[in-house]
Every structure is written in structure tokens, then in C-alpha cells.
């Protein structure tokens, strides 16, 4: 076990790592971010991304899991007043047993792979940092291999985010890229390497339902902006637009529940054709 280190008092350290919860702008300069939970630590430890600090209650005695954290990452330690735990945690009342500091990984495409089953998604413009969790959650359960989000956006590393993903952040790549030339010159790569992805846009005036696509071929999903839908850049890049068939007064769905019903027919397509494969992600 390393040497364990106590902080009883709000130093800068301690600022620091508070700056993380709600700073977007030092989260990206330090390249870290805090992961608040058992399931969300255990799947950042289990997918192998780097632990830069472990902080847990200083007055708790550790569980069996806590323990063998510990034990077992190579991580600072930092044993921390409960209240100030609780904080980090961002938590009213009991405190978290441990949150970790963990390091973003780059924004780099080259993190998706991209096979004859590929299924991608891109978030355009996404406001909410809970859709996009959200959208990682479902994707990542429903057989998707990555996660793109363009433009101006919100943080795939806010602490909402990573939260509403469960830890499934850790397990399906999310890239952040400015425009949306980024990835259609990655897509036109592909496309010269054999892999003939189909970029498919959502739009409640699609050229055709949902369920009369094929999802089973290689397949990049555009999911639009909660108020705006997608913009124009990005509905030039598209070869099909899609729409879910609406019943009752709704005329749409909210991004993350769109996406979810539409990853969801991919999936059921995939099942049926026996072409859902999931392999190890990294």
C-alpha cells in the first residue's frame, strides 16, 4: 500500500479537486476528473484508466472493496475529513466511501473502433450533461462501440455525466471533437479502408421510419440538439434521416430517450440477423 496522506483542512488540494466538480475549463487544463461511487470506481479500475488519487473517509473503517483499492492501485492516498469527503462527493449527507481522480483520456477518433458491425453515435450540440451520460448508458448496453460529442457542448466529464452513465463511461469510448469536419473526414477514411459506414440522421420528418432501415450494416447514428435538432453541417453529411413513429399528442422524444429507442431497434435487428458482436473495448 502507498503512503497515506491526511487532509483535515480545505487547502489548495483540496480547491483543487473541488474545482473539478463544477470548473470545465480546469477539468480540461489538469486532465482530470472525480468519479463518485463504488460501480463507476470498480469499472474506471477493471477498463484500466489511470487513478491519480483514491480519497475516502479518514474516520470510516475502509469496506472489503475499499480495502483492496487501496491495496491494489497505484494511486495516491488520501485520507480526508469526512464532511470535506462528503463534499467532493457531492453528497448532503453521508459521504461517499471513496471518490477517485481519475485522467481523461485524449480526444482522439482513433479511440472507436470500427468494424464490419460498427455502430457509432454522434451527440450534436448536447446541452444537457445528463443526456449524455445517459446516451453513453444506452449505447454502451445496446451494442454500440462509440460515442462522439461535436461542438459546442456540455462536459462528457461532468460529474452529472459520469454519474448518469453508471460507469459506462469507462466502458465505451466517448471522443469530444469541435465540428463536424472531424468526423466526416474520419468516416471518409474508413470508407477507403473497406468499412462502407452509413450515416444516418434522426428527424421527426425522416425520409423513412426507423424500423425500415437496416441497422445491421455499419452505421453511424446523428442524434440533434434538444431544442434545435441537428444543424444544417451535419444533415449534409447524412445519407438517410430516420424518424420514430409518434403515437398520441408528442411530436418527438427527448435526446436521450430518442437515441435509446433507436440503439434499441439497431440492437433487436442485430440480435435477429445474429450479426451483434461485442468484443473487448478499449
Wanted: net charge neutral.
Amino acid at each position: 500500500m502507498s503512503t497515506v496522506q491526511r487532509i483535515t483542512t480545505r487547502n489548495a488540494r483540496f480547491q483543487q479537486w473541488q474545482s473539478l466538480l463544477t470548473n470545465r475549463n480546469k477539468r480540461t487544463r489538469a486532465r482530470e476528473f472525480l468519479v463518485q461511487g463504488v460501480r463507476p470506481i470498480s469499472l474506471a479500475v477493471r477498463h484500466g484508466w489511470p487513478v491519480h488519487a483514491l480519497i475516502y473517509d479518514a474516520e470510516r473503517r475502509p469496506s472489503s472493496w475499499l480495502a483492496e483499492l487501496l491495496r491494489t492501485v497505484p494511486a495516491e492516498l488520501i485520507a480526508m475529513a469526512p464532511d470535506m469527503v462528503a463534499e467532493l462527493g457531492e453528497k448532503d449527507e453521508a459521504p461517499p466511501e471513496a471518490v477517485a481522480v481519475v485522467e481523461m483520456p485524449a480526444d482522439d477518433l482513433g479511440r472507436i473502433p470500427v468494424e464490419d458491425d460498427f455502430l457509432g453515435v454522434v451527440l450534436d450540440r448536447p446541452t444537457s450533461p445528463g443526456n449524455i451520460g445517459s446516451i453513453i448508458r444506452s449505447a454502451d448496453a445496446l451494442g454500440a462501440h462509440g460515442l462522439v460529442v461535436a461542438g459546442h457542448a456540455a462536459d462528457v466529464y461532468d460529474p452529472k455525466s459520469v454519474r448518469a452513465s453508471t460507469g459506462s463511461i469507462f466502458s465505451l469510448p466517448a471522443v469530444r471533437v469541435p465540428a463536424p469536419g472531424d468526423v466526416v473526414g474520419w468516416v471518409a477514411a474508413r470508407r477507403e479502408r473497406g468499412r462502407p459506414i452509413v450515416v444516418v440522421g434522426t428527424d421527426e420528418h425522416g425520409d423513412r421510419d426507423v424500423f425500415e432501415f437496416d441497422f445491421t450494416q455499419p452505421v453511424l447514428l446523428l442524434v440533434g440538439n434538444e431544442t434545435s435538432g441537428l444543424s444544417s453541417a451535419w444533415r449534409e453529411a447524412c445519407d438517410v434521416m430516420v424518424s420514430i413513429p409518434m403515437a398520441g399528442a408528442a411530436s418527438s422524444l427527448n435526446a436521450a430517450n430518442a437515441a435509446t429507442a433507436i440503439l434499441y431497434e439497431a440492437s433487436r435487428q442485430r440480435i435477429t440477423s445474429g450479426r451483434l458482436m461485442r468484443g473487448p473495448r478499449r
